[in-house]
């Protein structure tokens, strides 16, 4: 997969999607639903595998701030980025009203890793790298940004037809949990391909595990199964990495 420049690793389609949906992001019943859901359990992944508690923790691809509040409120020192400008000034909204502190910042990963290599305890990208056309990039930025022995969390949709069948047709189509358009298949990412873009990063895989959400209780839980969404937690070797 070739590199890309810092300032063009997205696609202008996909952030104007997103964007237009800033306004009901918080909305427990919105457009979001699924993702409120799903919240709870990515906070208790990242919690039961890193210390918050003074941390200073990174938040890629943050949308409008589900998680970057939820880390802030476990109290990690939060940075949280979006380069999409709806959804970094209603978190910023959101932050007066919660009260909570969340540095949102309309930067790149990319970015940042020039400015802050080596600052971080822990990162998390949730829900983003099947919607950027190069995330290996992605990835190399959140291993330049952790320091050395730092974990960085990712979820994803794994390119299978289970994924396909749930998350597409299930989910945008018939039970119109997500507006249509939201995934698209071919971006999906087998574990087996992020693990060897971790690796090669210099990040060793501690963890996968299945993300399942279950719409008749609006609700989500761990499971062993990975064909759908799933949860990874990486480490950052002592040596860092040496490119590819």
């Given at each position: 997969m070739s590199a890309q420049a810092p300032d063009d690793n997205f696609s202008q389609a996909e952030l104007d999607k997103f964007g237009a949906l800033a306004?009901?992001?918080?909305?427990?019943?919105?457009?979001?639903?699924?993702?409120?859901?799903?919240?709870?359990?990515?906070?208790?992944?990242?919690?039961?595998?890193?210390?918050?508690?003074?941390?200073?923790?990174l938040d890629v691809g943050c949308g409008a701030g589900l998680l970057s509040e939820a880390l802030a409120r476990n109290g990690a020192q939060v940075t949280a980025l979006d380069l999409a400008p709806e959804l970094i000034?209603?978190?910023?909204?959101?932050?007066?009203?919660?009260?909570?502190?969340?540095?949102?910042?309309?930067?790149?990963?990319?970015?940042?890793?020039?400015?802050?290599?080596?600052?971080?305890?822990?990162v998390t990208c949730m829900e983003m790298l099947e919607h950027v056309p190069d995330p290996l990039a992605i990835i190399r930025a959140c291993a330049d940004l952790l320091k050395p022995g730092g974990r960085l969390f990712l979820s994803t949709l794994n390119r299978?037809?289970?994924?396909?069948?749930?998350?597409?047709?299930?989910?945008?189509?018939?039970?119109?949990l997500l507006p249509r358009g939201t995934h698209q298949y071919r971006d999906f990412i087998r574990p087996s391909e992020l693990a060897?873009?971790?690796?090669?990063c210099g990040l060793v895989?501690?963890?996968?595990?299945?993300?399942?959400?279950?719409?008749?209780?609006?609700?989500?839980?761990?499971?062993?199964?990975?064909?759908?969404?799933?949860?990874?937690?990486?480490?950052?070797?002592?040596?860092?990495?040496?490119?590819?």
């Open positions: 306004q009901r992001w918080w909305d427990p019943e919105g457009p979001q639903k699924a993702l409120h859901a799903l919240n709870p359990t990515r906070l208790g992944y990242v919690a039961e595998r890193a210390r918050l508690q003074g941390a200073h923790v000034k209603v978190a910023r909204l959101h932050r007066l009203e919660s009260g909570v502190s969340v540095d949102y910042r309309l930067q790149s990963a990319e970015s940042l890793a020039q400015e802050m290599p080596g600052h971080f305890d822990a299978t037809p289970a994924a396909f069948a749930l998350a597409i047709v299930g989910a945008e189509y018939l039970a119109r060897a873009w971790l690796r090669s895989v501690e963890d996968v595990s299945g993300l399942m959400y279950e719409p008749w209780r609006n609700a989500a839980r761990l499971v062993s199964r990975t064909d759908v969404n799933y949860l990874v937690c990486a480490r950052k070797s002592e040596g860092g990495w040496n490119g590819d």
